[in-house]
């Protein structure tokens, strides 16, 4: 009598922790989500803006690599994305929530303002752009440093923290228009005539160049070095560390220095290559963008080079949708935003497997 | 009228943006999810409630019967955005604050697009005098407390007394601090999840329509919401976790957020135009000081829910 009876109430599927999964597999999955969230994409543009699907993708295609200006404008997107996802790598890794990339780059970019302002016209521009770099790293450093030691040495939630410190940085960025930058009380600074990044080929080439050796670079730290791996295992378990005798007070603080150092060598990057100005839009949320891709690409440096063109790739795309068709700058926003949830969801298949009741084994993906 | 009264009305108007949303995340928290994504759901409220609001206009149906379902239809925006933020995290395991974060960006874009799409937004705007129900005249410094105002009260206070003397509260905390314990014991984790969190980003989802519409009053004020909505989550930490309290922290962050328009005024100082972005830094500042003081302090009771932020898979050890 008992056994059927337990038969009926086994529920028709569970779920089980996968060990490990071939890369092969787990990257297919991630593809599918993402095609998948794509395709849900050209759906939803029919519905709600009547693009026809074909004309939707051949838009999105069109609006990032239609023509050389436009590849160079995705080069140049992915590569601020890149630098920015990388400075915040290192403090994740530490499983140290750094939501204020943008207010890091923010200030960063702000320091190098006030420079080239202050001193351009003065010393040769060679030598400005140096001290344009170290007030830019130093300033980005310094903000970022700052929740840091609170979390080290009080535990205070750094997230909370660091979204704080990126709306305190917006409103110093108007205090120092209205103060030092502009004199007519308005808040828009003209483009500054110093401080400009060498050409080198055009505006985008240096940049990218720059952002590549930067990857390699965090690469090379997080995963060679003495100190990148004294950031996984404090990120792993703050006891192991303290166990084997890694100060993890110490750690904690040197690496948001190098998270913030690197933020704002972003912001540096942004206003001596393209924007010779500021406004408290700047950053204008990459942030939280870059958030993204340093996650997607699961914390590797050299991954993240395909995450941020990705993610560059759909907000361009889904900028041309927004002229083409003639609807919300915000389209871009919507796709990526979608995009994510998929990647965020498919994750459950690569940690998880289903298992059916009929003892049919086998991955299930999507 | 009293210019420090006015102040403090205002405040208290502005507050209760933040009651709203911190109520939410409170409720969401106490069951241990950490919802970033409140920014994002309360724009996408007070896009839910402009969109019903803009199909309702010259439907003929009567006022009241108009704003009910547009409080309705916030909610039920809000309700939505919850369910997928639950069904990613509590059914997928999914990471809490990159779902938030992907919430807040989905949110704020998504509030961007639909009210763009919306043909003429002031076609709705009529509306907004139903929504200041008792004191529909306009000059006063009473005139944002409407329905929607005395509304948060009564949900913060439902709120409180709900979480600490209930068995629904009871079960729910048990839940946020060790929900493998609350699984043996036989409560639903899963329903108790998803359903505080849903209810949760419902009641922050209505702080959209309220700044929107009643605070407000203008459509295009949707672009401050993202900045409310992560004050509102710093609040809950200033409230120590009880609805009571966020009353008080509510109407403190409301004084300080307007204080660049009317403090200077107030204390009769003729401020330099560049002392006015410093002013708005204050909530900012006071919420990164109350973050260091609270974890200074840390009292046994003034804990977060012990098992925030982690997930909860039944088969793991």
Partial sequence: MHKPEKQSREPLFHVVKRDLIAPQKALLIRVIAVLAAFMLCAVMAYFFIGANPFKFIKTVFSGAFGTTHRVWTLAKDSAILLCLALAVTPAFRMRFWNLGADGQALIGALAAILCASGLGGKIPNGVLLIIMLLASVLAGAVWGVLPAIFKAIWGTNESLFTLMMNYAATHFVTFSLLKWLVSDGSTTLSELPFGHLPKVYNEEFLVVLLSVVLTVLIFIYLNYTKQGYEVSVVGESENTARYIGINVKKVTIRTMLISGAVCGFTGFLIVSAFDHSITAETIGGLGFTAIMVSWLAKFNPLVMIVTSTLIAFLERGGAQISTDFNVSSAFPSLVVGLILFFVIGCEFFINYRIKFRTSKKGGNDE | ?317
């Avoid at chain 2, 547009?70 to 039920?76: C, G, S």
């Avoid at chain 2, 984790?189 to 980003?201: H, L, P």
């Fill in chain 2, 1 to 317: 009228m009293n210019p420090f009264l006015d102040y403090l009305f205002n405040a208290l108007a502005l507050g209760v943006t933040f009651l709203y949303g911190s109520t939410g995340e409170i409720i969401t928290e106490k069951v241990g999810h950490l919802n970033l994504g409140i920014p994002g759901i309360m724009c996408m409220g007070g896009a839910g409630g402009c969109l019903a609001l803009s199909m309702l206009n010259g439907s003929g149906l009567p006022p009241f019967l108009i704003v009910l379902i547009a409080i309705f239809a916030t909610f039920f925006s809000g309700v939505l955005m919850g369910a997928l933020y639950s069904f990613l995290t509590v059914t997928l395991h999914a990471n809490q604050n990159v779902t938030g974060l992907a919430m807040t960006t989905f949110g704020v874009g998504a509030t961007k697009f639909i009210i763009s799409k919306l043909s003429s937004p002031y076609q709705y705007m009529y509306a907004i005098k139903y929504f200041r129900f008792p004191f529909s005249s306009t000059t006063t410094s009473l005139q944002h407390w409407g329905i929607m105002f005395f509304l948060a009260f009564a949900v913060a206070i439902v709120a409180s007394w709900i979480l600490t003397r209930t068995r629904v509260g009871l079960h729910l905390r048990a839940v946020g601090e060790n929900p493998a314990t609350a699984d043996a014991v036989g409560i639903n984790v899963t329903a108790y999840k998803y359903g505080a969190t849903c209810i949760g980003s419902g009641i922050a989802a209505l702080g959209g329509i309220y700044y929107i519409l009643d605070y407000s009053g203008s459509p295009e004020a949707y672009l401050q919401i993202e900045a409310l909505g992560w004050l509102a989550i710093a609040l809950v930490i200033f409230a120590l976790w009880k609805p009571y309290l966020s009353i008080l922290g509510s109407a403190l962050f409301g004084i300080l957020y307007i204080a660049s328009s009317f403090l200077p005024n107030l204390l009769g100082l003729a401020l330099p135009q560049y002392a006015t972005p410093l002013l708005k830094m204050l909530p900012y500042v006071v919420t990164i000081l109350v973050l260091i003081i609270s974890s200074i302090r840390k009292k046994r009771e003034n804990q977060p829910p012990a098992s925030l932020g982690v997930s909860y898979f039944r088969e793991e050890r």
